[in-house]
């Protein structure tokens, strides 16, 4: 089960999901302190436009009589026209840094959403074949319990021990001469020693120590 293909595909998707989350998460950040900062951008480039046109208003209204006072308005208005201008040069930046993130976070939403889908799909096939392994493995194991009930006590504890210290392997089919627990090749007087003990006799590999378990195709 730990090699089901499934259960590694789930693991990637939810690693890449998880990239996308704290991505999504930092721009909806950046999104969120850039709309807050356009919002001051407007204000100051409003405040700074209010303040001119009341200057110009009082000036086109003849409000400022003194020639000197008048002066002073009229470099006061063409600063705050520079004002005015570097001010919505800041905003224009800060309007496209601002939709720049805003498209980014649309674009990782969608990715978001795909990741999910996927997941969706995988984890519920994962679950299938899980489901599946384990009624097979319930399987295997009553028809295991079922012929370890005929065996005598002395073989089970031989073939416990065996497994617990082969790797979970205590008995091997010999196959065509060959152990199937260390994949190698008894020699012809082995085989022919095993070929003439009797059915009921419990064989061993010479070079793993296994039980060996005798069927048609093992070459005696």
């Not at 308005?73 to 800041?90: C, G, K, V």
Request: aromatic letters at 0%.
């Amino acid at each position: 089960m730990r090699t089901l293909a499934e259960k590694q595909q789930v693991g990637e998707a939810e690693q890449q999901r998880q990239e996308l989350d704290d991505r999504s998460r930092d721009l909806r950040i950046a999104v969120d302190d850039l709309s807050a900062e356009q919002k001051r951008a407007d204000r100051d480039v409003e405040q700074v436009r209010t303040r001119r046109e009341r200057d110009q208003g009082r000036i086109d209204a003849g409000q400022i009589s003194d020639p000197k006072a008048l002066e002073r308005m009229t470099h006061e208005l063409e600063s705050l026209h520079r004002r005015i201008a570097t001010l919505e040069d800041e905003e224009l930046e800060v309007m496209a840094r601002l939709e720049d993130a805003q498209l980014d976070l649309r674009q990782v939403t969608e990715e978001l959403a795909g990741v999910d889908q996927r997941l969706e799909g995988l984890r519920a096939t994962r679950d299938e074949k899980l489901a599946v392994l384990e009624n097979d493995l319930t399987a295997v194991h009553s028809e295991r319990e079922a012929i370890a009930g005929g065996l005598p006590e002395d073989l089970l504890g031989l073939y416990a021990k065996l497994r617990e210290s082969k790797g979970g392997v205590g008995a091997a089919e010999l196959r065509r001469g060959e152990c199937g627990g260390c994949r190698l090749s008894l020699n012809a007087a082995d085989l022919r020693d095993i070929a003439g003990a009797p059915e009921d006799d419990v064989v061993r590999c010479e070079e793993c120590q296994r039980i060996l378990v005798r069927t048609p195709e093992s070459g005696l």
